[in-house]
């Protein structure tokens, strides 16, 4: 079990659908749900791809959300401007909650220096690009790396590029960059897998619907969970459909921290919490008054709440039995008075 709770960062993508109102609305949301974090992505449309229409540049038809859309097209519209950066790092240190990004290239990376990012984030499909992960883990701040569609032997290269260039403090996200991901592939049972393979902290980047699968997440050990959100769903946005909305967000802030506690030890037996209720299992009592030289009946005596008496399964023994005493209806039977 970690030492702390999991970590949640609430991930803006391109839900602020091109208003820095709206951009600064869900920092804002964010910090009242409770989110450790909030992360933005860092690209231009040409930082990204080129600006040519041909079939290799389009997204599939049959994509749920973004079926035929043009690279640079989608790009362009889902990409937070450069000169927002400042004003949302600058309202998310007014609200106590971290502001930092994933950059993809090396003018990403250094406009976020120069904010003074306190971390970044390798994305799934940067996850090969190891001259950028060598560029920020140079940078000696915690390196996040998300694993979609990664093969082992590709997050292990990463680490170690990310290793070799400096990085001390890194924590790898089990993922499925499918949006949104039906729960049967995001594979949970992978992630204490990738914390014995790397001996690194293991979170999980989600993009499924609403938090069941984040909760059960901490179960197997993630200490860092992303999701994706939006101020309302119904506003439409590029990844709207797959996000959570700030009173879910809240939900899984609180779910995954009761998750978290509820890892508890190994131990088996009973718990602090459950001393008062060790009170109240049955034994045997006397049900009716009953006088000295009255035989024990099922009348008289019977297994009831709470502890004191003989353990009900001595009923057999007693039974049949003479009171030695007189003895008032609430009395625990002991072998003193029989």
């Not at 990403?108 to 003074?116: G, I, R």
């Not at 960059?177 to 014995?196: D, G, M």
């Not at 506690?261 to 009973?270: D, K, M, V």
């Amino acid at each position: 079990m970690s030492e702390k709770k999991p970590y949640i960062v609430a991930e803006m993508s391109g839900n602020h659908n091109g208003s820095l109102d709206r951009a600064l609305q869900l920092v804002d949301a964010a910090a009242d749900a409770g989110a450790d974090a909030i992360k933005i992505q860092t690209y231009t449309a040409d930082t990204m791809t080129v600006n040519v229409d041909h079939p290799r540049f389009r997204i599939s038809s049959g994509h749920e959300l973004w079926g035929g859309d043009h690279l640079y097209d989608l790009y362009e519209r889902a990409h937070t401007p450069w000169d927002w950066h400042a004003p949302i790092f600058d309202r998310a240190r007014e609200r106590g909650i971290t502001a930092f990004s994933s950059p993809f290239d090396r003018t990403a990376v250094e406009l976020l220096e120069k904010l003074d990012a306190p971390m970044y984030k390798i994305a799934s499909s940067e996850i090969t690009d190891l001259p950028l992960i060598r560029l920020c883990a140079a940078t000696g701040k915690p390196i996040i790396i998300s694993t979609g569609m990664a093969s082992l032997h590709e997050i292990t290269a990463a680490v170690e590029a990310a290793q070799g260039a400096g990085a001390t403090d890194i924590t790898v996200l089990s993922c499925t960059a499918s949006y949104p991901t039906p729960p049967e592939f995001t594979n949970l049972r992978r992630i204490p897998v990738l914390a014995e393979a790397l001996r690194l902290p293991i979170g999980l980047s989600d993009h499924s619907l609403g938090i069941g699968v984040p909760i059960a997440a901490v179960a197997f050990g993630a200490v860092l969970i992303e999701k994706h959100v939006t101020l309302s769903r119904t506003d439409g946005g590029v990844d709207s459909a797959f996000s959570l909305e700030p009173g879910e967000l809240a939900a899984l802030v609180v779910e995954s921290e009761r998750a978290w506690q509820s890892l508890g030890t190994t131990r088996i037996g009973p718990t602090e919490a459950e001393r008062e209720g060790l009170r109240f299992r049955r034994s045997l009592y006397v049900v009716e008054d009953v006088a000295a030289g009255d035989p024990v009946t099922a009348a008289n005596v019977r297994s009831i709440r709470p502890t004191g008496g003989l353990e009900p399964d001595t009923i057999g023994a007693v039974m049949g039995r003479v009171f030695r005493t007189d003895a008032a209806k609430g009395t625990p039977l002991t072998w003193d008075l029989i």
